[in-house]
């Protein structure tokens, strides 16, 4: 057993694994004892060792260590993938930082998805529920995180 795994955390604007203390720059990688992801049917805790697989990821939150630093994420949709050398690349549409998180506004922005997803009781366009479903979870996320 090799002790750490090499977890990176990929969007399309670039990296979000926080900057090492010290800096401002977001690094390519980090070496972490586990990673938890959320997945389609829950969360996945993945150790060094791990067996390869590639699953999706659902909107929720991204926890692991570095140090004594414990490090969550609120992340989007997307993959992640598990290789055999020990990697980890969990690649979503969207990441913040619980301490990035602006809590009053994500509340406020989930109180309005919240009441049109439940005003919408009739027949409703299934990209429209999908587009107000994903929104909902992503700043639940947020919140999730934030804490």
């Not at 989930?110 to 299934?126: F, G, H, N």
Request: negative net charge; hydrophobic residues 40%.
């Amino acid at each position: 057993m090799s002790g750490s795994i090499s977890l990176q955390i990929l969007t399309p604007l670039g990296s979000a694994v926080p900057p090492a203390e010290g800096s401002k720059e977001p690094r390519e990688s980090v070496e972490v004892p586990g990673v938890e992801v959320p997945g389609l049917y829950g969360e996945l805790g993945v150790l060094p060792d791990h067996v390869p697989f590639i699953t999706p990821v659902v909107p929720g939150v991204v926890r692991y260590r570095e140090g004594e630093t414990s490090e969550r994420l609120a992340v989007g949709a997307g993959f992640v993938e598990v290789t055999e050398d020990g990697r980890v690349a969990i690649m979503i549409e969207r990441a913040v930082r619980s301490a990035d998180v602006k809590v009053a506004e994500v509340t406020a922005r989930l109180k309005e998805v919240t009441a049109e997803l439940d005003k919408k009781t009739d027949a409703i366009d299934a990209l429209e529920h999908r587009k107000l479903a994903n929104e909902q979870a992503w700043l639940e996320a947020q919140l999730r995180a934030s804490n």
